[in-house]
């Protein structure tokens, strides 16, 4: 549930989109739906609705790496055995442990290692080769350095012949990750001024890279790839690389942050636009892929990249705001992007969030802040300033100016204890704007300048003077008048005509004594039929009332006269304590309807009802025909079997034998055949008797028949042709 939770407050990119049809939703719900739930179910709805709400809003709030990452990992990264799919899913598990400070389990190191020695050699693929190296960085595999010098040697050897930015990628990436593993390796790059000069020839002009010359296609992912390629160059490089050539490649890092892509709320990415050739990557990989390649190339040159710290943070934004990730891949890129911008030479992210943002005047909560790293840590010394807090219904008039916020070092918040008296029950909007104590720190790290939060007061509104009344309709004087207490369970009975009106009034006050006034007010008859009718409580002054005048109403009414329940709503997404109360019923005597009255509608269908039992269908059976007599079909089953006791005779007086059976194999084997079709042929008589259709034997006898058309042809010619030879003797 954790896991669930913290991804639906990070969810960001679209989160005002997601607010402005929430709030749509909001608004339809508490007009047509809300009024026509039962009693017992709108407070817990209301509150449902005050979550949903308030989780809309807090997505708009970015938060650093939190323990449910860390749930998140040990479930997308669960070995039971030890082993991964690949060297290169090992490495992202591994790399995601280290970040996040999950402890990597001993059966876990021992199957990896195995794995990496059998890949650590001259002969493996560069991807192989590269990501055994990546994995050896982090488990400190034992590889003797003789090893490590083969690998270098062939890699050296075969960086001027790669053709591809990926074949270049892996080659200086092992190179560099065997120099960080074994100093004693020389893996300096002879030609490094060729190398970078093949790398930079396929970039583009608007800072994307292809991915190899042959390719006219560009790419923003293929850009990180060979800025971290490059950096790797000048670190491998015998001799300081050309400054210009320095120069050239932070010219495009530049123009490759002219192409990035914004959101309303300062979150910046990266998307790819090339799909061809390649596998397309999304927006995350994408934009991991940049960081990783300009944090390198920062981290490798002596001087400094000048990049906008806001398009710095907006990245950061960004990849917090994809939440707690359900696939693995999309996790190691999110934390090792978020681990390289953790500690980059351009501008260090920081985040400041809020654990909640919908607070209660009743309870007299605390406003906290806290401002962190993307990862977590501890933030430089600071001071988080509440520049400004207006109402999102009057942005020209703040409640709150200028004030600092009182940091608490036992829970690390930023805290404005009280809410100051002109806050009242409502949505706002909080600026707030980190002020760094050391000024030398300005240049490391990305503050966001001015941070707009919405936060939303709430508290428990004071239902007062509520009042229902049957008025005179001609002279407005009140013939029944009874005071009702809406916190209770009072309820009134009432009776009118036509020719009358009622009468309802009520006030709200908030905890600070203010008149409310709620986003939803119905008051709602329902006849004895089912037959409902909503009215919108207005406000008359300072307090809500609505005139009901039935004999403008009948109509409306359908003229139905008789009793009628009075129900009360009353709700708001910052009211603590929305209701939907009966108040009691009013008997209506109506005239009879006139013949071309519209007439009330038929009562409404339950839509569930459908799926509930069906009636039950009786069926009776047609009576059986009465049967001949038992002594009569015993009777009629001797005749038929009178022919066949004939035929057993005949073939007796006869002399049936077998003196003229072949006696040769292949005839015999025809005659054989014969006899058995025949055979055949009337047990497939006593079947259809029994159980078979008419078109099933007629389908069987067709086939018989034509074997013993077959067969028996052959049998018939041998005996006519043994006949003719006797004869002929």
């Known amino acids: 549930m954790e896991v669930v939770a913290d991804s639906l407050i990070q969810a960001t990119p679209l989160a005002y989109a997601s607010l402005s049809i929430l709030y749509i939703s909001f608004v339809l719900i508490s007009t047509l739906i809300l009024p026509r739930m039962a009693k017992n179910a709108v407070t817990p709805f209301l509150s449902l609705l005050l979550l949903a709400f308030s989780i809309c809003v807090a997505a708009t709030i970015h938060h650093p790496i939190s323990h449910s990452h860390r749930s998140a990992a040990s479930e997308l990264f669960a070995s039971t055995d030890g082993s991964f799919p690949s060297l290169e899913a090992a490495y992202e598990a591994l790399r995601v442990f280290d970040v996040l400070g ?18 650590l050699k001259p002969s493996s693929p560069l991807k192989d080769l590269y990501y055994s190296l990546k994995v050896n960085g982090i488990l400190k595999c034992k590889v003797d350095g003789e090893v490590y010098k083969e690998i270098a040697s062939r890699l050296k050897a075969t960086v001027k012949d790669a053709s591809t930015l990926l074949d270049i990628h892996y080659l200086i990436g092992s190179l560099v990750l065997i120099k960080d593993q074994d ?83 300062g979150t910046f990415y990266f998307d790819e636009k090339f799909v061809g050739g390649h596998e397309h990557q999304g927006s995350l990989s994408t934009t991991s892929s940049v960081v990783r390649g300009i944090t390198a190339f920062a981290a490798a040159i002596s001087g400094k990249i000048n990049l906008p710290s806001d398009k710095i943070l907006g990245l950061a934004k960004f990849i917090l705001g994809i939440g707690i990730p359900g696939d693995a891949k999309d996790l190691f890129n999110q934390v090792e992007s978020l681990a390289f911008l953790e500690s980059n030479r351009i501008s260090i992210p920081l985040i400041l969030s809020l654990p909640e943002t919908v607070y209660s005047l009743t309870k007299k909560d ?67 704007e980190i002020v760094l104590h050391d000024s030398d720190s300005e240049k490391d790290y990305a503050t966001g300048g001015q941070i707009h ?27 029944t008048l ?40 119905f008051l709602k008859l329902r006849h004895e039929t089912k037959v409902e009718h909503i009215f919108v409580v207005g406000t008359t002054g300072k307090k809500f009332e609505i005139i009901l005048d039935f004999l403008g109403l009948v109509e409306k009414l359908f003229y139905l006269s008789g009793k009628y329940d009075i129900e009360l709503t009353v709700g708001d997404a910052v009211m603590e304590n929305s209701f939907l109360r009966l108040l009691g019923h009013v008997e209506l005597d109506f005239p009879e ?7 009330p509608p038929p009562p409404p269908v ?22 001949p007599p038992q002594n009569l079909s015993h009777a009629f089953l001797g005749l038929i079997l009178l022919p066949f006791i004939g035929f057993l005779i005949g073939l007796l007086r006869l002399g049936v034998n077998l003196k003229n059976f072949p006696g040769s194999t292949v ?13 055949a042929v009337l047990l497939l008589y006593v079947l259809f008797w029994l159980k078979l259709d008419l078109f099933t034997t007629l389908k069987t006898l067709g086939l018989l028949g034509a074997l013993l058309l077959f067969v028996g042809h052959r049998t018939l010619s041998h005996l006519a042709s043994t006949s003719a030879k006797l004869k002929s003797a």
Do not use: M
């Open 102 to 119: 999950i402890e990597k389990k001993s059966h876990l190191s021992t199957a990896t290692c195995q794995k990496v020695l059998e890949n």
């Open 183 to 265: 100093s004693n390796v020389d893996v300096l790059l002879v030609d490094a001024v060729g190398t970078f000069h093949s790398i930079k020839a396929l970039s583009q002009s608007d800072g994307r890279w292809r991915y190899s010359s042959d390719n006219p296609e560009s790419s923003t992912y293929a850009a990180g790839l060979a800025l971290e390629a490059l950096a790797g160059v000048i670190s491998l490089a015998s001799s300081k690389v050309d400054q210009s050539k320095v120069n050239t490649v932070k010219k495009d890092i530049l123009k490759l942050f002219d192409t990035i892509e914004k959101y309303d709320d």
């Open 366 to 432: 605390q406003l906290k802040v806290s401002v962190n790293t993307a990862l977590g840590s501890a933030a430089p010394p600071l001071t988080v300033k509440l520049v400004r807090a207006f109402s999102t219904g009057a942005k020209d008039s703040a409640v709150i100016e200028s004030k600092e916020l009182q940091y608490d070092k036992k829970s690390g918040f930023h805290v404005l204890d009280i809410f100051p008296k002109n806050v009242n029950v409502g949505v706002y909007n909080f600026v707030f």
């Open 453 to 479: 939060v919405p936060i939303y007061v709430t508290g428990i509104i004071e239902v007062s003077n509520a009042e229902i009344a049957v008025l005179d309709s001609d002279h407005g004087s009140v013939e």
């Open 482 to 521: 009874k005071a009702l207490d809406l916190a209770g369970n009072d309820v009134v009975s009432l009776s009118a005509n036509h020719l009358q009106k009622l009468r309802f009034s009520f006030q709200l006050k908030t905890p600070h004594g203010h008149v409310f006034k709620p986003h939803q007010a």
């Open 593 to 599: 309807a006139p013949e071309k009255a519209v007439r």
């Open 606 to 627: 339950d839509s569930y009802s459908r799926y509930g039992p069906k009636a039950e269908i009786a069926h009776i059976f047609r009576v059986p025909e009465k049967r």
């Open 667 to 679: 005839p015999a084997t025809f005659a054989i055949l014969f006899q058995l079709g025949i055979g």
